[in-house]
């Protein structure tokens, strides 16, 4: 998961590989497995184009996967494929120079630019593929958009029927406020 300078030296020149790595081969997802956030099936696949654009290398592609996740509402577990895509660039150092800013210029760094440092004349992948895995990652882990979920009161699976349960709604002492209506001066 490497990209060697050498192989795209002239501007405008792209680079496309491809890889498949398992998951292991990333820490934080290893982490995340071995917590039992998530369970990543499958290998990450990953493609990508990298071109050169002066200093910077612009890398594009997409990654894919099976993951198995636990349902935010019922707590099965279900299966899904994790598809995303992703534009990362790469840069020796920030671009212009240091001679040409004023003296009332504030200085920002390379992640509120979006830019990814790399030293040397090779770039690792392996922390943006892992980024990019973890964003795809769905924020709330539903098995489908019509889950009910459990029943608050027996917990009971309410996908698989109504468990007889009286779910009404709790005391909302504040009820009688919605009808209030002020004068607008």
Do not use: W
């Not at 300078?5 to 071995?34: C, D, H, N, R, W």
């Amino acid at each position: 998961m490497h990209i060697r300078i050498e192989q795209i030296k002239e501007e405008g020149q792209e680079l496309a590989l491809e890889f498949e790595e398992p998951p292991a081969v990333f820490p934080v997802l290893s982490e995340m497995i071995s917590r039992e956030e998530c369970n990543i099936l499958s290998p990450i696949k990953t493609t990508l184009r990298a071109i050169r654009i002066d200093d910077m290398i612009a890398v594009k592609g997409h990654i894919n996967t099976r993951v198995r996740l636990s349902c935010g509402r019922c707590l099965k577990e279900y299966e899904t494929p994790l598809h995303s895509r992703f534009d990362l660039t790469y840069v020796h150092r920030i671009p212009g120079s240091r001679e040409d800013e004023d003296q009332d210029e504030v200085e920002i760094s390379a992640a509120q630019t979006g830019l990814i440092y790399f030293e040397g004349d090779d770039i690792n992948l392996q922390d943006g593929i892992q980024e990019q895995v973890i964003l795809a990652l769905p924020v709330k882990a539903l098995c489908n958009s019509h889950c009910k979920g459990l029943c608050p009161s027996c917990g009971a699976d309410l996908n698989a029927g109504e468990c007889g349960c009286n779910r009404r709604p709790a005391d909302n002492r504040f009820a009688v406020l919605k009808n209030l209506k002020l004068d607008d001066k």
